[in-house]
């Protein structure tokens, strides 16, 4: 026997039919089963690209050879080692105040290369 949803399906089947005719009805599933297989295969790509990145490259990469021997700086030591090599002094500044001392530095710097 036919339960609630089957009924639901069915009505929304005859709604369909009655609206757009059956002339309408190919399209309509032509361009649901492409729907479809655009949903695929984006999910597809999207596994293979999870499963690249969860597993571990084979393939080898070619850096310079400065950036091999550098471990990965924070926010902050890369703020306090460019304030030092544009001669700020930051002892007892906050991150605001060194980050505006470096804008403006970079600033007079920039208009007297011009």
């Given at each position: 026997?036919l339960?609630?949803?089957?009924?639901?399906i069915?009505?929304?089947?005859?709604?369909?039919?009655?609206?757009?005719?059956?002339a309408?009805?190919?399209e309509f599933a032509k361009a649901l089963g492409?729907?479809?297989g655009?949903?695929?295969?984006?999910?597809?790509?999207f596994t293979?690209?999870?499963?690249?990145?969860?597993?571990?490259?084979t393939?080898?990469?070619?850096?310079?050879p400065?950036l091999?021997a550098?471990?990965?700086?924070?926010?902050d030591?890369?703020?306090?080692?460019?304030?030092?090599n544009?001669?700020i002094?930051?002892?007892?500044?906050?991150?605001?105040q060194i980050?505006?001392?470096?804008?403006?530095?970079?600033?007079?710097?920039?208009?007297?290369?011009?």
């Amino acid at each position: 026997m036919l339960e609630g949803w089957e009924w639901l399906i069915i009505g929304v089947v005859a709604i369909v039919i009655i609206m757009w005719g059956p002339a309408k009805i190919p399209e309509f599933a032509k361009a649901l089963g492409k729907a479809k297989g655009e949903f695929s295969k984006a999910q597809k790509e999207f596994t293979d690209a999870a499963m690249t990145t969860a597993s571990p490259q084979t393939t080898t990469t070619i850096t310079a050879p400065s950036l091999q021997a550098q471990p990965l700086k924070s926010k902050d030591e890369m703020l306090l080692e460019t304030a030092r090599n544009l001669g700020i002094s930051t002892s007892g500044k906050t991150r605001e105040q060194i980050t505006e001392e470096i804008n403006a530095k970079v600033k007079l710097l920039g208009s007297s290369a011009a």
